[in-house]
């Protein structure tokens, strides 16, 4: 064998990129142990970065530099992450109906999540589209009424956002609060595209207005509640607090729970 | 990869398709990876070859029964596959290839008999001469040279007689070492 044949052979050891396997695996469906997947998709809310493995979506970004996402998903759950050219049309359908608000069961994996984020995160699932919650509502709503400020931080934490609307949790003085997907401007225009009038709510927090109670019903709710938008302008009263809206006769929504009574 | 590893990744193939997938991608992964590279001449062109290769073998393998899969001589039956996947693109001139010059020799290219492990670049560089050879004398100098396989499996893979795949090696040899200037030093 001369030397051409010998490099020639020397040809046929090259070893296939790092992490080729992988990428053939998740293009097939196949979720190698250990291993997410991620691809970029378009919605009406800009270009997300969705990871997802067997057990379901288990993170969301808007889209940034590509190594920027798998090192944040790494440190943030462990696991390796390989970007695949898109997702399964299925997946991708089920997100954008979420996203409408047509679809609440897409399967989310918050396995590598604490307890108590897990309990945070699963609570603000059950924010109806185009409502506000109190973070304080959250922590009363999991029986831990004084972790306020602890579920301010699994919300800031979210991994899942998006698909978990961590932006209908905003401050008990009605202020919009943070954002951790790009700051308040971004929580508005997400917001803003469900349907909720961010400028009517920072008039209301202006205002001292927390709550808002029917004369005909003798009910009060949240100011976003489903059932608070249905009093017409003329038996509308607006509540500063529960002590106030009890001692007018008011009694709290079963819907929206806006506070707890003695 | 021998006749009872083929067996055995055929056996798990028919069981349990996902898992024998992950085997048989994870076990034939470099040798195809290799295979697209020497054929293409870029890395980046290698991988899609050698993606697509996969996805086509699993498609087909969701559609075969049990007994057909179990029949299956993987490393031959990948290789066709990864041979059909290179020929469409370059039918439909999504890879393009750069056709050697023969008259150009490149100027003192070839490595010394004591610099013996060719760096990447120069096995790249390899690569792109090889994938510049006429068609024919490409695959069969790929199969033989570069894959190790015998006369007879190249002659089955590209359905020629043996003769024709032993005198394209051969010219295409000739070709490589007039282009890269590779002295013939036998051993």
């Known amino acids: 064998m001369d030397l051409l044949e010998k490099d020639l052979r020397d040809l046929g050891r090259v070893r296939a990129p790092d992490g080729f396997a992988d990428r053939v695996l998740v293009a097939v469906g196949i979720v190698p142990g250990g291993v997410d997947a991620y691809a970029a998709l378009q919605t009406p809310v800009g270009v997300l970065e969705v990871a997802w493995n067997g057990d379901g979506v288990s993170a969301v970004r808007l889209a940034q530099a590509r190594d920027d996402f798998e090192r944040w998903f790494a440190s943030r759950l462990s696991r390796r992450v390989v970007r695949v050219p898109q997702l399964p049309d299925r997946l991708a359908g089920q997100i954008e109906d979420a996203i409408a608000g047509r679809s609440p069961r897409l399967r989310l994996d918050l396995g590598r999540l604490s307890p108590f984020e897990q309990e945070v995160l699963g609570k603000t699932q059950e924010i109806p589209r185009g409502e506000v919650r109190p973070y304080a509502w959250v922590a009363r709503e999991i029986g831990r009424p004084r972790a306020v400020r602890a579920v301010g931080t699994a919300l800031g934490h979210n991994p899942i956002p998006v698909l978990i609307p961590c932006h209908r949790v905003v401050r008990s003085d009605g202020a919009l609060g943070e954002y951790s997907m790009g700051g308040t401007d971004v929580k508005r225009d997400m917001l803003r595209h469900e349907g909720v009038d961010a400028a009517w709510l920072e008039q209301l927090a202006v205002a001292g207005t927390r709550y808002v109670g029917s004369r005909t019903t003798h009910v009060f709710c949240l100011p976003t509640c489903r059932h608070a938008r249905r009093i017409q302008a003329a038996n509308r009263v607006p509540l500063r607090d529960e002590r106030e809206a009890v001692r007018a006769g008011f009694r709290p929504c079963a819907r929206c729970r806006p506070a707890l009574v003695s | ?187």
């Not at chain 2, 039956?77 to 041979?83: D, E, F, N, Q, V």
């Not at chain 2, 040899?173 to 590779?182: E, I």
């Open chain 2, 1 to 187: 990869m021998g006749a009872e590893r083929d067996a055995e990744l055929t056996a798990e193939l028919a069981a349990d398709l996902a898992a024998g997938f992950e085997s048989m991608v994870r076990a034939f992964q470099h040798r195809i990876y290799a295979f697209s590279l020497a054929m293409s001449g870029e890395p980046a062109d290698a991988e899609e070859v050698a993606q697509d290769t996969f996805l086509r073998a699993h498609t087909a393998l969701r559609r075969y029964p049990a007994d057909r899969i179990r029949e299956l001589k993987l490393n031959a039956w990948l290789h066709r596959i990864a041979l059909n996947v290179f020929r469409n693109r370059v039918r439909r001139r999504s890879l393009r290839l750069v056709p050697m010059e023969p008259e150009m020799p490149v100027a003192d290219g070839s490595p010394g008999p004591e610099a013996r492990a060719l760096s990447s670049a120069a096995l790249r560089e390899l690569a792109n001469l090889v994938s510049g050879l006429p068609d024919m004398q490409r695959s069969a100098v790929v199969m033989r040279c570069v894959q190790g396989m015998t006369y007879a499996e190249v002659a089955a893979q590209l359905e020629q007689p043996e003769g024709t795949v032993k005198s394209n090696v051969h010219r295409g040899l000739q070709a490589l070492r007039r282009r890269a200037g590779w002295l013939s030093e036998v051993s």
